[in-house]
C-alpha cells in the first residue's frame, strides 16, 4: 500500500452535521482547551455573519466561501 500525499490546496471538510450541533456537543467537555477553541469558533462564525451581514467583503470568492461556511452553521 502506498501513501499519497495530499495536497492542503486540494482539501475539503465534509460535515454531515450542521456546525452548530457539532459546537454543542463540544461544549460537553471540560478540557480548558477544547473549552477555548469552542469559544474563538463562535466567535469567528459571529464574525462571519458580521462581515457578511455589513458587505465588507467585495470578492466574491471570499463572499461565496463565507456564505459557504454560514450555511453550514
Not at 480548558?32 to 463562535?42: G, S, W, Y
Not at 469567528?44 to 470578492?59: P, T
Amino acid at each position: 500500500m502506498t501513501k499519497q500525499q495530499s495536497n492542503y490546496q486540494q482539501l475539503s471538510l465534509c460535515i454531515d452535521k450542521p456546525i452548530s450541533t457539532l459546537i454543542k456537543d463540544l461544549k460537553v467537555s471540560r478540557h480548558p482547551v477544547v473549552i477555548d477553541a469552542t469559544n474563538k469558533l463562535e466567535e469567528a462564525i459571529r464574525l462571519l455573519q458580521y462581515i457578511q451581514d455589513a458587505g465588507v467583503v467585495k470578492s466574491t470568492k471570499t463572499k461565496t466561501a463565507i456564505y459557504e461556511l454560514l450555511t453550514k452553521v
